[in-house]
C-alpha cells in the first residue's frame, strides 16, 4: 500500500503543488485506490484553497460524504480504464475533473485529481441544476453564484501544462514508492545478510575469526571436497561438519558421525567398515559398516587423530579407491561417501613422531578449517550467552533470563579452556540456580571462572600455590589434569594416555603415584 501522508511531504511533489495553485488556480486530490482522499482533513475550516470551485466544495456547507461518495463512485470506472489520464463530470455536474491514474505493476493504486480544468462554457440549464444542488444541500446560491464568476477559466495551452504536471505527480508518486521499495528491500537484504552473518547454520558469532571461517564456508558450499577441522575440545567442530553437509550437494543424503577414541580398533573396524557373519564372537549376521550407510552422503570421523595406524591403512584406501572390504569378507563393495575429518590433536607433530600417516593426512587435508577458541572470539561471548538462555528457558518452560553486567565482564575475562562447551554447561547450571530470578546475579557464577579472574590467571584458577617450589606446582597441574582427565574420559585410560600425549602404562604408574584409584576414590567419597 501506498503511504500518501509520506509521498504528499516529498519535496518535488510539494513543489508542483505549488506551482499548479499559484500558475492555475489548480488544487490536487490524492485518492487510494478505495477511492478515499488522503490529503483533506475536513475539521480544518481554515484550509485555503487556490480554486475557487474547490473553496465551495470544501466549505462547511457540503459534507464529506457529498464529496467522498462522488470519488467512490469514479473508482471502479478509473480502475478499469486502460488509459492512464482521464476527464469526467465533476459532483457539480457542469465541471470537469480530471484524473491522472497511478498505477504500480499494472495494479491500480489511486489517482491524483484536479477540478476545473477545460474551459467550458456551461449551458445555463448545467449551472440552474448545479445551483440546485448546492441550495439542496445547504449551501447559499449567491455565494454560489460569486464563485462561478471568479472561477479561473484555462484555455489550451494552460490546460495542456497543467495536466502535464499533473501527469508527473503521478510519476512522482510511482518513483517515490518504486524507490522506497527499493530501499526496504535492500535494507531487509541486509539485515538478512547480517543475520546469516551473526548465525550460519545454527553457529554463532560476529568476530573476525568467524567471519573468515563463514567466508571460506560459503565458498566450499558446493564443493564435495574432503574437509580436515581443526580445533580444540568444545570448538563446534561436529556443528561445522554438519553445515558443511547441508550446504553440500549431498544434503538430501546421510549425515552419519562416529567418533573414532570411543572405540577400540577391533569395534571402529567393525562400526566402520561392517563386517559377515561369523567374523568374529557374537556376529551372528551381517552388518553394513557406517560407510556403507553413508553412501552417497557425508562420514563425519570425530577425533581422527585417535585412529589405529592399522585403521588408517584402511581409512586411505577407501578414499584412494572408493571400495571396502567387510571385516571377515572377501568382497570389496563400492560407496561413494565424502569424508569430513576433526581432530583436535597437531597431526604434523604426529607425522614428526610416527603415529599419524603422512598420507592420510594429505588425502584429508584437501581443504582445512581451524576453528577458533572462545579466548580467540570473545566478542561473540554476549552473543553465545543470549543464545543459550533463550535456549535454556524455552527448553524449561521459564521467563527470558539475562546475565548481570558483573557476570558477563567474568566470562570475558575467564580464559574457557571447555569453549562454547563448557559456556553452554555454566549457562545452564545458571538457570538452574537462579530459580525464577529474572537477572542472574555474579555471586551464582562458578568459582572457578571467579577464581580463573582474579588476576593471576588459569593456574590460579585451578587452585595452584604459584609462590611454592616448580616441582610441586608441576605435580600437582599433572595430578589435576590426569584426574579431570580420568573424570571426562569415565576413567578410560587408553583413551586418556592418547589425549596426554603418554603411552598407558605410563599413565598407569603416574596414577599410582598420585593415588588416582577408582575403587579407592569411590569408598573415601562414600566414608565422607
Known amino acids: 500500500m501506498l503511504d500518501w501522508e509520506d509521498i504528499q511531504q516529498t519535496h518535488v511533489i510539494r513543489k508542483l503543488r505549488t506551482i499548479l495553485g499559484q500558475w492555475f488556480k489548480v488544487d490536487l486530490f490524492f485518492i ?14 481554515k484550509k485555503e484553497y487556490k480554486n475557487a470551485l474547490s473553496q465551495h466544495l470544501m466549505s462547511r456547507e457540503f459534507s464529506r460524504e457529498w464529496l467522498s461518495r462522488y470519488f467512490i463512485e469514479q473508482t471502479p470506472l478509473l480502475s478499469q480504464a486502460p488509459e492512464l489520464t482521464l476527464h469526467r463530470v465533476g459532483p457539480l455536474g457542469f465541471e470537469t475533473v480530471y484524473f491522472a491514474k497511478v498505477m504500480i505493476q499494472k495494479e491500480y493504486q489511486g489517482t491524483i485529481a484536479a477540478f476545473c480544468l477545460a474551459a467550458i462554457d456551461a449551458p445555463e440549464d448545467l449551472l440552474q441544476a448545479a445551483r440546485l444542488r448546492v441550495v439542496t444541500a445547504g449551501g447559499n446560491a449567491d455565494s454560489f453564484n460569486l464563485s462561478i464568476k ?17 501527469d508527473l505527480v503521478a510519476q512522482e ?11 526496504e528491500s535492500r535494507i531487509t537484504e541486509l539485515n538478512q545478510q547480517l543475520e546469516t552473518r551473526y548465525s550460519y547454520h545454527q553457529m554463532i558469532g560476529k568476530s573476525k575469526p568467524m567471519q573468515d571461517l563463514y567466508e571460506v564456508l560459503d565458498k566450499i558450499a558446493s564443493s564435495e571436497a574432503t574437509v580436515l577441522i581443526q580445533g580444540e575440545n568444545g570448538t563446534g567442530k561436529e556443528l561445522i561438519a554438519k553445515s558443511i553437509h547441508y550446504s553440500s550437494p549431498r544434503k538430501d543424503k546421510a549425515f552419519i558421525t562416529v567418533n573414532c577414541s570411543a572405540f577400540n580398533e577391533n569395534l571402529l573396524d567393525s562400526e566402520l567398515f561392517g563386517h559377515v557373519k561369523g567374523a568374529f564372537t557374537g ?15 557425508t562420514l563425519f570421523l570425530d577425533e581422527i587423530g585417535d585412529m589405529s595406524p592399522s585403521m588408517q591403512v584402511k581409512l586411505l584406501r577407501v578414499l584412494q579407491q ?3 572390504t567387510p571385516v571377515g569378507g572377501t568382497d570389496e563393495r563400492k560407496v561413494d561417501v565424502r569424508v569430513i575429518a576433526a581432530t583436535h590433536r597437531d597431526l604434523k607433530s604426529m607425522i614428526e613422531q610416527g603415529t599419524f600417516r603422512e598420507d592420510l593426512y594429505y588425502r584429508i587435508h584437501v581443504i582445512n578449517l581451524s576453528l577458533p577458541a572462545l579466548r580467540q572470539r570473545k566478542d561473540d561471548i554476549p552473543l553465545l550467552v543470549e543464545h543459550f538462555l533463550k535456549k535454556g528457558c524455552d527448553s524449561k518452560k521459564l521467563p527470558q533470563k539475562v546475565l548481570h553486567q558483573k ?20 549457562i545452564e547450571r545458571l538457570i538452574v540456580l537462579s530459580g525464577n530470578d529474572k537477572e542472574i546475579p555474579v555471586d551464582l557464577v562458578s568459582q572457578r571462572i571467579l577464581a580463573g579472574v582474579s588476576g593471576t590467571g588459569p593456574l590460579k584458577s585451578l587452585g595452584l600455590d604459584l609462590n611454592g617450589k616448580l616441582k610441586d606446582a608441576i605435580e600437582e597441574l ?3 589434569m590426569i584426574l579431570e582427565g580420568l573424570k571426562r574420559t569415565k576413567w578410560n585410560k587408553s583413551r586418556l594416555s592418547k589425549e596426554l600425549g603418554i603411552s598407558r602404562a605410563g599413565l598407569i604408574m603416574k596414577g599410582e603415584k598420585y593415588g588416582l584409584d577408582k575403587r579407592k576414590m569411590a569408598r573415601d567419597d562414600q566414608a565422607a
Open 322 to 324: 572408493g571400495t571396502l
Open 283 to 297: 556376529a551372528i549376521k551381517d552388518k553394513k559398516g557406517l560407510f556403507e550407510a553413508a553412501d552417497e552422503g
Open 407 to 426: 557476570s558477563l565482564e567474568k566470562f570475558f575475562e575467564y580464559p574457557w579452556p571447555g569453549n562454547i562447551r563448557e559456556l553452554e554447561n555454566e
Open 173 to 183: 508518486v510511482v518513483t517515490f514508492h518504486t524507490e522506497i521499495a527499493k530501499r
Open 32 to 45: 487510494d485506490a478505495s477511492g478515499q482522499i488522503k490529503n483533506i482533513d475536513f475539521r480544518d475550516s
Open 150 to 166: 471568479s472561477l479561473k477559466v484555462l484555455d489550451k495551452s494552460e490546460q495542456k501544462y497543467s495536466e502535464e504536471l499533473i
Open 478 to 480: 599433572e595430578k589435576k
